[in-house]
């Protein structure tokens, strides 16, 4: 028998096998049904697959080039190692991939401030006055970008806000107004601002304030962790209100301050 005959009578039984196998398919419900639950489920797999590999390939086409040389870039590169060309803000990270920090609420402040002047004293314009117009563009743009990026990171509002606007929450000023109860305990601590009038009425007050902005930053920590982050949003309403309040209270006892020596 030659492999052409073989061939014809493998795909005869297989037919016979395959009408066999549906006619008593065709006799179970239950087995009908599972065929079709398996052959979905199949697909879906299969379409999952099908997606990964389409990320993966997205994420390859997305690689980074020197605008330079055009060359690959190694990952968080500021300069082509290839050319030495300052590089643009990989447009992929967010502030806290900048800083080589872990995306958490609490930060170490030292750290911070430490890679900030490092990444500063690298990119600061003036170390491009002798390149082209080019570079010198991008070195001042990434230097505003590194100087937001800290400003928002060092301050525990902003960055909890801007946690909160990784995950595409974001706090509108008519969102403030809900809690009532959080309007009069403002509305009460305002008017106790106002009427302090000596130095130490208002440290009595400053510690007041700082002491709930601390408990505050403790439980958006909290929520952050736990990934709750609609509790985060109603803590930083809170802290947002009470930080307004703290700004207020350092401006009046500088004021005072000044009132002092001038007389």
């Known amino acids: 028998m030659d492999l052409k005959e073989l061939f014809r009578y493998t795909t005869f039984f297989f037919q016979i096998y395959l009408t066999k196998f549906f006619i008593i398919m065709l006799k179970s419900k239950d087995l009908l049904r599972s065929f079709f639950v398996y052959n979905n489920f ?11 590999n389409l990320c993966t390939e997205t994420t390859k086409d997305l690689e980074l080039k020197c605008w330079k040389c055009s060359k690959s870039l190694s990952p968080k590169k500021l300069f082509c190692q290839y050319c030495s ?132 930053t403790k439980k958006i920590n909290s929520s952050f962790e736990q990934k709750d982050f609609n509790l985060a949003k109603e803590y930083l309403i809170r802290m947002k209100y009470f930080t307004t309040l703290d700004t207020k209270i350092r401006e009046k006892r500088n004021l005072l301050e000044l009132a002092k020596h001038s007389s």
């Not at 199949?42 to 990964?52: E, F, G, H, K, P």
């Not at 609490?106 to 004293?121: A, R, V, Y």
């Open 85 to 216: 060309s300052v590089q643009k803000p990989n447009p992929w990270d967010n502030y806290y991939d900048l800083f080589d920090l872990k995306l958490n609420y609490l930060i170490n402040s030292g750290d911070l401030s430490k890679k900030f002047k490092q990444l500063q004293s690298q990119l600061h314009p003036d170390k491009f006055s002798n390149k082209d117009e080019e570079e010198q563009s991008i070195s001042e743009t990434y230097s505003s970008y590194l100087n937001k990026a800290y400003s928002i990171l060092q301050n525990p509002l902003e960055r909890g806000l801007y946690l909160l606007s990784l995950q595409n929450i974001t706090i509108d000023e008519d969102s403030k107004g809900t809690d009532q109860k959080l309007l009069m305990e403002i509305l009460m601590l305002n008017e106790e601002l106002d009427d302090a009038s000596t130095a130490d009425e208002l440290k009595s007050l400053a510690v007041t304030i700082r002491t709930t902005l601390d408990e505050l």
């Open 42 to 52: 199949a697909s879906n797999i299969s379409t999952v697959s099908l997606r990964a």
